[in-house]
């Protein structure tokens, strides 16, 4: 079982901002805050037993605060991607979101769950954080009581369970931003090795809103289901698809239903491996190409382009505006649940 420590760090809107630590028997750590429930640090060992950072991040909770313009670890709501024009039907009622990103609807907004100071209890050798996300949030309708909670368990699994209920029917799509680069930062992710359990993902136009198609990932640089490196077709700029998205930024439709394995990385120099198991019908796929150059992350490590690959479980995008999509309406008094699991582990 996990040991967990909690530090004061700051105010922010006149709540107290917490970080969590958690230490198992293993040595693996995870340090989480309650500002935007956010993972700051996974540190995980190599095939020498050496522990190192598996997600990249900040070494300051006050960092965070300050800014975060690429949603370092943090939790997404209440709707994570895009939004078309951040409007859709609610029923009879036409709804209009906060436009953020252009004319669309990004994240949740201008200020997104990721801005939010929780409420944290550790309960059960975990952090179960609270947010009450009030009736015309974002102009979103509903007061939506939200709760993350995060385990690290003995074997070096990183549990994220989302749950969620509203007095008003509502949209919802919650997701962890997290960046993965398992090679402790020190350099970019295109020499990972990914599997991706998907037979189709859903292209988009140059904004990055699915055009409604799901398209098969046969002969197109989207095609993981044999694994390999992600260099060998990141920059295949013959698909419109890897140009928009300057490398991969889309949504995987994965197999199968309920909680099973989707996805697979591995950084052959250190040996680290991690799987990833979800009950969400898709997986957003990100290269990060928007980290800017000499970024200061962890440990004073410098990010930049291409150092860490999101791969974040949630419905589809515009999925409000898809009727081939997955449901991601969430009606009065019913109860949301999402979970994920990222596991971790050497050879």
Same mark, same amino acid.
């Given at each position: 079982?996990?040991?967990?420590?909690?530090?004061?760090?700051?105010?922010?809107?006149?709540?107290?901002?917490?970080?969590?630590?958690?230490?198992?028997?293993? =040595?693996?750590?995870?340090?989480?805050?309650?500002? &935007?429930?956010?993972?700051?640090?996974?540190?995980?060992?190599?095939? !020498?037993?050496?522990?190192?950072?598996?997600?990249? %991040?900040?070494?300051?909770?006050?960092?965070?605060?300050?800014?975060?313009?690429?949603?370092?670890?943090?939790?997404? =709501?209440?709707?994570?991607?895009?939004?078309?024009?951040?409007?859709?039907?609610? &029923?009879?009622?036409?709804?209009?979101?906060?436009?953020?990103?252009?004319?669309?609807?990004? !994240?949740?907004?201008?200020?997104?769950?990721?801005?939010?100071?929780?409420? %944290?209890?550790?309960?059960?050798?975990?952090?179960?954080?609270?947010?009450?996300?009030?009736? =015309?949030?974002?102009?979103?309708?509903?007061?939506?009581?939200?709760?993350?909670?995060?385990?690290?368990?003995?074997?070096?699994?990183?549990?994220?369970?989302?749950?969620?209920?509203?007095?008003?029917?509502?949209?919802?799509?919650?997701?962890?931003?997290?960046?993965?680069?398992?090679?402790?930062?020190?350099?970019?992710?295109?020499?990972?090795?990914?599997?991706?359990?998907?037979?189709?993902?859903?292209?988009?136009?140059?904004?990055?809103?699915?055009? =409604?198609?799901?398209?098969?990932?046969?002969?197109?640089?989207?095609?993981?289901?044999?694994?390999?490196?992600?260099?060998?077709?990141?920059?295949?700029?013959?698909?419109?698809?890897?140009?928009?998205?300057?490398?991969?930024?889309?949504?995987?439709?994965?197999? %199968?239903?309920?909680?099973?394995?989707?996805?697979?990385?591995?950084?052959?120099?250190?040996?680290?491996?991690?799987?990833?198991?979800?009950?969400?019908?898709?997986?957003?796929?990100?290269?990060?190409?928007?980290?800017?150059?000499?970024?200061? &992350?962890?440990?004073?490590?410098?990010?930049?382009?291409?150092? &860490?690959?999101?791969?974040?479980?949630?419905?589809?995008?515009?999925?409000?505006?898809?009727?081939?999509?997955?449901?991601?309406?969430?009606?009065?008094?019913?109860?949301?649940?999402?979970?994920?699991?990222?596991?971790?582990?050497?050879?």
């Amino acid at each position: 079982m996990a040991f967990i420590s909690k530090d004061f760090v700051c105010k922010k809107d006149g709540k107290d901002v917490y970080s969590y630590c958690f230490k198992n028997a293993k =040595g693996a750590e995870m340090k989480i805050t309650n500002y &935007g429930a956010i993972i700051i640090s996974i540190r995980m060992p190599d095939k !020498h037993n050496k522990f190192d950072e598996v997600v990249l %991040g900040y070494d300051n909770v006050e960092t965070y605060i300050e800014d975060n313009p690429f949603y370092f670890g943090c939790i997404i =709501g209440r709707y994570a991607n895009r939004i078309k024009g951040g409007s859709f039907y609610l &029923g009879d009622q036409r709804i209009q979101l906060n436009c953020n990103e252009g004319k669309n609807h990004l !994240h949740g907004g201008n200020e997104g769950y990721h801005q939010r100071v929780f409420d %944290g209890e550790i309960k059960d050798n975990a952090i179960i954080l609270t947010y009450l996300s009030p009736d =015309g949030e974002e102009n979103y309708p509903g007061n939506l009581l939200v709760k993350v909670r995060y385990e690290l368990t003995d074997d070096n699994e990183v549990h994220i369970t989302y749950e969620a209920k509203s007095d008003a029917d509502t949209i919802i799509n919650l997701t962890n931003h997290s960046y993965f680069n398992l090679n402790g930062g020190k350099k970019h992710i295109l020499d990972h090795v990914l599997f991706l359990d998907a037979d189709y993902y859903t292209p988009t136009n140059e904004e990055l809103i699915p055009t =409604g198609e799901l398209k098969s990932v046969k002969n197109t640089p989207y095609d993981f289901r044999d694994s390999h490196k992600i260099s060998d077709t990141v920059f295949d700029f013959s698909s419109k698809d890897v140009t928009i998205g300057r490398g991969y930024d889309i949504t995987m439709v994965m197999n %199968g239903s309920g909680l099973r394995k989707v996805a697979e990385l591995t950084d052959v120099s250190s040996g680290r491996k991690m799987d990833v198991f979800t009950d969400q019908p898709g997986v957003q796929f990100f290269t990060a190409h928007i980290i800017h150059p000499g970024t200061i &992350g962890l440990g004073g490590q410098k990010y930049g382009p291409y150092y &860490g690959i999101c791969l974040e479980p949630q419905v589809y995008p515009d999925s409000p505006n898809k009727e081939n999509f997955p449901n991601c309406v969430l009606r009065k008094d019913e109860i949301y649940t999402n979970t994920c699991i990222y596991k971790f582990y050497n050879e």
